[in-house]
C-alpha cells in the first residue's frame, strides 16, 4: 500500500536491455513514421489555460496504432528460406520434435507441434508449450508466436496460395523485412512497423488482415540458453562478448547497416580491443579485425547495441573518432575510434570543467569515459606520441 | 548514432519537445522511460504488456509532437494520458488484454531481469482487482484516477492535462476513492 491508498506495486529500475529494446523500436520507427503516409488524424481540443499557455487535450478513443495504407509489395524484403531441421539444431532446441526450419538474417525458426525454437549466433529459445493463438483481422489468420527477436510465427487463413505484406517502401529503404508464406500454412513475419496489413490470395480471392504489432503478444517466456561459439560458458568473456554483441546486430535488422565494411563476412575472426564502463551507467565495447572496428555499447554492464564507425569529430586529427555515446541520462560522453599505437601513445581528453580522462588504449583502437555530457566542439584533445611529442592538442569536434 | 550538437545546456521537456528532432525525442524517451514502463505496468498489470504499451506511447508522442503543447513544461503528465488512452482503446478493444486482466501470469518477459518473490503473484492479483474496479468507474473518475492515484501525479498537473480546475479533479478523485475503498479492502 502506498500513499495513494491503493494496493500499487513499487516501481522498478528499467533493465538496461529493456530500456534499449524499446529505445530501439520507437527511434527506429520515429523517422520512418515521419516520412511514411498521413496517419489518422488526432482529434485535439484547444483549451486555454488560466495561466495564459494552451494546451492541446486528446481524448480517449484516439489511441490508434498507424494505419498502414495497402500499398505495392515492399523491395526490402529479404531472403527466407526454409526446409527440414538439421539434426545439430533439433539438439540445439532440446530435441523438439520438427519437420520445418526457416532461415532468416541472424537466426534460424524451427517449427514444431504448437512448439517453436529459435537459433540465433549465441543463443537458444524454446517457447512453452500450449501458448494460445492470438487471433487477427477477422479471425482466420492467427499468430502463434513472436520470438525473443521479434519473428512472428502465424497461421494464413485456410487455403492462403500466397503471402503479401503491404506499406510504405520509401520509409523503410534501409530495414530489412521478414515476410514469408511456409508449407502448412504458417507464415514468418519481421517488419519494424507497428502495423502491417497483410493480404492473403486464395484463388481468386485476396483477404486483407492488419496485424497491429503492439497486439502481438510480447515474446512469450521461453526457455533460453546461451550457446557461445567460443565454447567457453563464461558470458564476461571477451570472445563471448563479441559474439552477443553481433548477434545483436545480426537479429536486429540492422536497422542502420550503413557503415558496415565492405570485407565483412560474419562474426568470425573480430576480436576485443578495449572496453571501458563496464561497471558504468554508460560505456563501450570497442571490436577489430585487420584494420577495421566495431562498437557495442554497454548500458549498466549490458551489451545493449551495436554500430559500425560513423566519422566524426573534425578532421586531420591522428586517430579516427569512430562512437560517441548518446546516452545523456548516464552523465557520461563515451567516447571511441581507431587509432594506431604505434604512432600514439596516449591520448587525452578534457571538457568544460574539468572534466578530464584518459583513453583506455587497445589494438587499434581506443575508448574513453569522460565524465559529463558534452558536445564534440566542448571537449578537447591531446594526442601523444612516441616520444612525448604532441601530435596534437585542439578541439574535438 | 545522432548527432546531438550544444547537449551542455540542460533542456526542459518543453524545450526539447519544441524543438521536435530525432535527437530531442530520444533525449525525452531517455528521461521518461522508466516511468512510462512503470506506469504501463500498473494500467496493465502485465510487464510484457507494458513493454509494448510504452513502445506505442513514445511512438504516439513522437507522431503527436506537433499538435501537443506541453502543460507545466513536463511531458509526463501528457505521456501518462496517452498510456492510459491507448490501454483502454486499441489495447482493451482486444480480447487479449481483457484475457489478461482475468488471469494471473505465471510467467512475464521482465522475469529474465528481475528477482521473481513469492509474492509478486499476489500483487499482481491485487493489481488486477484494482484495475477492474477502476475500469467500472466512470471515464472522468477513471482518467483522474489512473492520473493521481495510479500514475501519482501531482493533482495540479493532472488537472492540467486534463484541462479542469484543481478542485474538479479532487472531488472526482474523492468520489472514485469511495467506490474503490470496498475492492481495496477485499484485496488485503
Known sequence: MNDTGLPLPPRRALPPDVRERMRRRVLAEAPARRRGPVVVAAAAAVVLLAGGGVVYLTRGGESDPEVVTPARPDPTKVATTYGKPADSDVAKCDGMASTLSVTMPGRRILLGDGRFCEITYTRVSVSKAGVEPTPFGDGGAAVLWKSPTGVVVGRAPQGTEAMTVASNPASISDVPKIAELLPGGLFVLRTVYPADVLSFRSGDTTTTARLVEADVPAPEPAASKDVWPSGMNDPTHPDNLVARCFDLWLTDGPPFPRGAPASFDGPTGWQPSVLVGKADAAGVLVVYRDSDTAYCGLRDGVLTDFHWPTARGRSGLPFTLGFVSDAPESGLTVLAGAVNPKAVTRLEFTGPGGAHAEAELGVGAFAVNLPGVFGLPDITVKAVGRGGDVLYEGPLG | ?188
Open chain 2, 1 to 188: 548514432m545522432v548527432d546531438r550538437p550544444d547537449t551542455t545546456i540542460a533542456r526542459t521537456d518543453g524545450q526539447l519537445w519544441a524543438r521536435g528532432d530525432e535527437a530531442a525525442f530520444a533525449e525525452l524517451y531517455d528521461r521518461h522511460a522508466e516511468a512510462v514502463w512503470n506506469h504501463a505496468y500498473r494500467l496493465t498489470a502485465s510487464w510484457a504488456t507494458a513493454e509494448d504499451l510504452t513502445s506505442s506511447t513514445f511512438l504516439t508522442a513522437w507522431r503527436r509532437r506537433h499538435e501537443v503543447t506541453l502543460v507545466r513544461d513536463s511531458a509526463l503528465p501528457w505521456l501518462f494520458q496517452v498510456a492510459g488512452n491507448l490501454a483502454h482503446g486499441e489495447f482493451r478493444r482486444r480480447t487479449r488484454f481483457r484475457r489478461l486482466l482475468r488471469r494471473v501470469p505465471v510467467d512475464d518477459a521482465v522475469h529474465d531481469h528481475a528477482d521473481h518473490v513469492a509474492d509478486s503473484l499476489d500483487g499482481d492479483r491485487r493489481l488486477r482487482a484494482v484495475l477492474r474496479a477502476v475500469a467500472m468507474l466512470p471515464v472522468s473518475e477513471r482518467e483522474a484516477v489512473e492520473l493521481v492515484l495510479i500514475g501519482e501525479l501531482p493533482v495540479a498537473e493532472a488537472a492540467a492535462v486534463l484541462g479542469l480546475a484543481e478542485s474538479s479533479v479532487r472531488s472526482r478523485i474523492s468520489r472514485a476513492r469511495s467506490k474503490l475503498r470496498l475492492t481495496v479492502e477485499e484485496t488485503r
